[in-house]
């Protein structure tokens, strides 16, 4: 069955893996990107499923340009994109300040930059598409977060980022609640540590193991098990 996916921070990484996934088993995709220009590899991908290539994406990838801190530039997105909308992934983020106290990029710039994108940036992307949420048979909302937002995870270290994860899953709980009466489910979800600009070369797993177990978790959300914290493996994740 195809659905209607759209994908904020599409352009790389998890986000990118997401797309081809998704427009390869037939789904249609809209990929918001800040600046389209400068998505080459998103560009090329979309360009295989347009083509229709026998070893590319068989579905269809659309391009559109939406910054998730500026609610202004999502409407504008949403308005251009026609719904329904069946699956909404909330995937982008930024990761600014590593390491433990004094060591790391703590100022008030990268706060302000994190928390924007990370919590806020989730909030303005689901007030934009309600309305094509609302149009869809059970549609759904899938926040990326991380097992850094765990309090039961609490290493120290890396605050603004696990922080920031920490209000974007408390954000989809609530969200999960403000919509069930609506039929919308929403879920949050851990994408395992994985090999890109963001996780490191060292990283447990790859983009191509990550998005195939986010695409079953997104597909297996639904009204009984609206608010869950799991990881791209099913495994419930202690908030």
């Excluded at 070893?55 to 801190?69: C, L, M, N, S």
């Excluded at 909330?90 to 924007?116: I, K, P």
């Excluded at 120290?156 to 974007?168: E, L, P």
């Amino acid at each position: 069955m195809s659905r209607h996916i759209v994908i904020t921070g599409a352009n790389r990484g998890i986000g990118l893996e997401l797309a081809r996934q998704a427009a390869e088993r037939g789904d249609r995709v809209s990929a918001l990107v800040r600046d389209p220009a400068a998505a080459r590899d998103l560009s090329a991908v979309a360009a295989d499923a347009a083509e229709g290539r026998a070893d590319g994406p068989k579905g269809r990838i659309e391009i559109a340009g939406a910054d998730v801190t500026e609610p202004a530039s999502l409407e504008r997105a949403a308005a251009r994109i026609p719904g329904p909308v069946d699956i909404l992934i909330c995937n982008a983020g930024q990761y600014r300040g590593r390491g433990s106290l004094g060591a790391g990029d703590f100022g008030r710039d990268a706060w302000e930059a994190v928390l924007m994108t990370n919590i806020a940036g989730v909030f303005f992307t689901v007030d934009a598409f309600l309305m094509h949420l609302r149009r869809a048979d059970g549609a759904r909302i899938a926040v990326v977060s991380s097992a850094m937002a765990s309090s039961a995870r609490a290493p120290g270290g890396s605050f603004i980022y696990r922080a920031s994860k920490a209000g974007a899953t408390n954000l989809a709980r609530n969200l999960a609640a403000d919509l069930a009466g609506e039929g919308i489910a929403v879920g949050a979800y851990h994408p395992g540590w994985v090999r890109t600009d963001m996780g490191g070369s060292q990283a447990d797993i790859d983009v191509a193991t990550s998005a195939t177990g986010l695409l079953a978790r997104f597909d297996a959300l639904g009204p009984e098990n609206t608010g869950v914290f799991e990881d791209y493996r099913g495994e419930a994740v202690a908030f």
